[in-house]
Structure formats: structure tokens, C-alpha cells
């Protein structure tokens, strides 16, 4: 009993290094999960189908790569011609197989008549709120599909300048002398992050026709697809391939996995030389917001892997010590139980009897 209790002693405070180590793993853990659920703009598989059998892609296109509403077109027209190479068909005949959407930054002017604002604008085709599921506080989003292309999202701060309130779905702007209707007001998402990506100023989001006629831009540089993903990098591989571009013009991520430990694992292998690239990629906010995140949810990942190894190694240590110390041999383990079992038998044996009497 004194070896015992004299070892006790000195295992406490290994025992409360494993402790510690699993509670920082466990609460790295919910952090972790936490965050990437609530990066909405990186979760659109996970909304078009919980099956877990579709992957989202973004291509980011450098600058001067030019590419238009038909080079979309183009893609898109291979990617049905692939899905029914690769015999993938929708359940249903209405059922769709994929989503896309496509954007450019740039920056644009509306007028309300008396009041001028000048903005930070992206001009969307596709489904591109499917993918960017902002905070609407009135209105509704709008699709490239839409027969008219003259309606707009603006921000809360935007309609204040322009209206002094916020509830200003249905009125109207002019862009380039043209009139566009509000169709949705948005709240402007915060935190450091997303001021150092740019959302810092006004942003307002209009059709990708209004701001190549109306605004400044450089072009479509951002295209985005949700669409089936059989095996693994299916979808990345074709998304590439498809495009047709050399490394230097395009930069593409599967959003669905880059949060997995291996995406995770390879970020943090990078430590140091990510920031460095010879693509001149202007990418837009919410990719900069989801590469910060890489760099953070990467070293919570490593600090994970830490504690793993930190507890794992303690008790490994510890198992080794009382073998070593042991007093006993397998016999006596094996002794033990027996008796264990003979006793627990007996016990049920002693209450049935009981019951029975009575």
C-alpha cells in the first residue's frame, strides 16, 4: 500500500498534464467545428445536398486571364457533356446536377437623385447568393436568371447615405442614368478579417451586366460550381481540366475539403512561404476571409495534434512504468477476474434465490 500510495504521488502531476492536454484538445475541437460551420461562403455543398456526394469548386482567374459570359457558357456546356459521359444523371427530370454563379469586383456610382455614392461593387451572374448567403434585414435576392437585369443589393450603411433608412426595398437608383430597383438590403458582415479582405467601405452587389456597362472592372475573376463529386478530386480534376488554363492564369480550390485535416496539414506545411505565389490573383473578400481562416484553423490543428501526442506519450510512459513496477504476474490478472466473475455470479445467483422464496 505505501508503494502504491508513493506512486500515486508522483503520477498526479502527469495525470493533470493528460487532463489539461484533453480538455485544450476538446475545446480546440468545438472551436474548430464552430468556425468552419459558420464560414457560410465555404459550405455550399453542405447546403445543395447532405448526402456528402457533391464538392464546391472556386477558380480564381489572374489578372489579364480574360474570361467572359462565354467562356461560362462554354464550361458549362462541357461540364453536362462530362456528367453524361460519366453516367451521373439528376433523380428526377426537374432535379438539377449542379450550381454555379460568377462574379467580378470592381466599383460602380448610384445616385438617388439628391445623394451620390460611390462604391465597392461585384457584379454577379449565376446563383451567386446560393453561395453567399448574406444577412438579409429586408428584401430578397436576385439570379442571373432574372429576365431584368436592374435590381441591386446594397448594404445597411449604403442605404442610410443614400435614404437615411434602411427599409428601402423597391426604391429606386440610378446607375449610368438607368433605373435599378433595390431589391434586398444586407448587414455588412464585421471582425477583423473581413475589414482586412475589404469590406471595410460600402459594398453593393449588382448584376454582372450592370457593372461591366455602368461601373469599372477588370472582368469575370471568380467562378464557382457545386456539382457531383463521385470520387475523390473528381471535381476538382474536371473543373480544371474543363477550363483549359495553365497553372499561372488560375487558381483552383475545393472549398468542401480545404478545412480537412489534410488541407489543414498542407497549410501549415507551408508556414512561411503560403503568401508567396507568381499568380497575380486580386482575390475578392470572402476567399481572403477563408485563406485567414486556413492559416488559423491550421495551427489550432497542429496544437491539436500536440495534445494528442502530449497525453498519448504520458500515458504510454506511465503503462511502461507499471509494468516495470508491477508485483503481480498474468496469472494473478487472470486469478482476479475469475474471482470477479465467481462473485458476481453469486451475487445473481443470491437475489434470484430471494426473489424466489418470496
Not at 8 to 30: A, Y
Not at 91 to 100: F, I, K
Not at 292 to 309: A, H, P, Y
Request: proline share 2%; glycine share 8%.
Amino acid at each position: 500500500m505505501n508503494k502504491f500510495n508513493y506512486f500515486l504521488k508522483h503520477l498526479s502531476g502527469k495525470v493533470i498534464i493528460v487532463i489539461l492536454c484533453l480538455l485544450l484538445w476538446g475545446g480546440l475541437t468545438l472551436f474548430s467545428i464552430e468556425k468552419k460551420n459558420g464560414l457560410q461562403d465555404q459550405n455550399a455543398a453542405v447546403r445543395w445536398s447532405h448526402e456528402g456526394d457533391n464538392a464546391q469548386i472556386s477558380c480564381f482567374f489572374a489578372e489579364g486571364v480574360k474570361v467572359d459570359e462565354n467562356k461560362i457558357l462554354e464550361f458549362r456546356h462541357n461540364l453536362d457533356s462530362l456528367l453524361m459521359e460519366a453516367s451521373i444523371t439528376a433523380p428526377n427530370a426537374s432535379a438539377r446536377l449542379w450550381v454555379d454563379a460568377y462574379s467580378a469586383q470592381g466599383s460602380i456610382s448610384l445616385s438617388n437623385g439628391t445623394e451620390q455614392l460611390e462604391a465597392q461593387a461585384i457584379g454577379v451572374g449565376g446563383d451567386f447568393f446560393f453561395f453567399h448567403p448574406m444577412q438579409l434585414l429586408y428584401g430578397a435576392y436576385f439570379t442571373g436568371e432574372d429576365l431584368m437585369q436592374d435590381r441591386i443589393i446594397i448594404d445597411e450603411e449604403a442605404a442610410w447615405k443614400l435614404f437615411g433608412s434602411n427599409d428601402v426595398v423597391g426604391m429606386q437608383v440610378q446607375i449610368g442614368g438607368i433605373p435599378h430597383m433595390i431589391a434586398g438590403v444586407i448587414k455588412r458582415e464585421t471582425g477583423r478579417f473581413h475589414s482586412a479582405a475589404g469590406l471595410k467601405e460600402t459594398m453593393v452587389y449588382v448584376s454582372y451586366q450592370t457593372l461591366t456597362q455602368f461601373g469599372i472592372t477588370s472582368g469575370i475573376n471568380t467562378y464557382e460550381v457545386v456539382m457531383p463529386n463521385p470520387v475523390k478530386d473528381f471535381a476538382y480534376s474536371k473543373v480544371k481540366e474543363k477550363f483549359g488554363m495553365n497553372e499561372n492564369s488560375m487558381w483552383v480550390v475545393e472549398n468542401s475539403a480545404r478545412y480537412g485535416w489534410e488541407g489543414l496539414l498542407a497549410v501549415a506545411s507551408e508556414f512561411g512561404i503560403r503568401s508567396m505565389s507568381e499568380k497575380a490573383i486580386d482575390y475578392p473578400y470572402w476567399e481572403n476571409v477563408a485563406r485567414g481562416w486556413e492559416d488559423v484553423l491550421s495551427l489550432v490543428f497542429v496544437l491539436q495534434i500536440l495534445c494528442i501526442l502530449i497525453s498519448s506519450l504520458i500515458l504510454m510512459v506511465t503503462v511502461v512504468g507499471l509494468w516495470r513496477r508491477r508485483n503481480w504476474t498474468i496469472k494473478d490478472v487472470g486469478r482476479f477476474a475469475l474471482e470477479c466473475k465467481d462473485g458476481i455470479l453469486e451475487k445473481i445467483h443470491g437475489e434470484k434465490n430471494k426473489w424466489e422464496h418470496f
